[in-house]
Nanobody, 128 residues
């Protein structure tokens, strides 16, 4: 099992940066896939970035490439999402999620329903 808690959201102007943090207790004991997803009002939840807990592979959505960086600190049970050059269209609730006993693959960015454990989410608001 894993318990998830996100933090670090807030309000910024376009071009600004935020760093989201995910405490994923129990998620680093085996090879699992941890992802950041987001959901904007009226839109379906979408994947932003994925990272493996034991290996070093990471994956990004097209909108995140070049602007966002996912990283992890195994000893702290934490995954981070550094978001730079934020745009108003990045405004959403950001969720951290874990899929247990699985490697990450690009297609998992589009399969959020397969993730087993979810946090409560943290709001990110980017103003023009």
């Amino acid at each position: 099992q894993s318990q998830i808690a996100e933090s670090g959201g807030g309000s910024v102007q376009a071009g600004g940066s935020l760093r989201l943090s995910c405490l994923a207790s129990g998620a680093f004991e085996d090879q699992n896939c941890i992802g950041w997803f987001r959901e904007a009002p009226g839109k379906e939840r979408e994947g932003v970035a994925l990272i493996e807990t034991q290996e070093f592979d990471s994956y990004y959505s097209d909108s995140a490439k070049g602007r966002f960086t996912i990283s992890r600190e195994k000893e702290k049970n934490r995954v981070y999402l550094q978001m730079n050059n934020l745009k108003p269209e990045d405004t959403a609730v950001y969720y951290c999620a874990v899929e247990m006993q699985r490697n990450c693959y690009t297609h998992l960015l589009n399969r959020w329903r397969e993730f087993d454990y979810w946090g409560q989410g943290t709001q990110v608001t980017v103003s023009a």
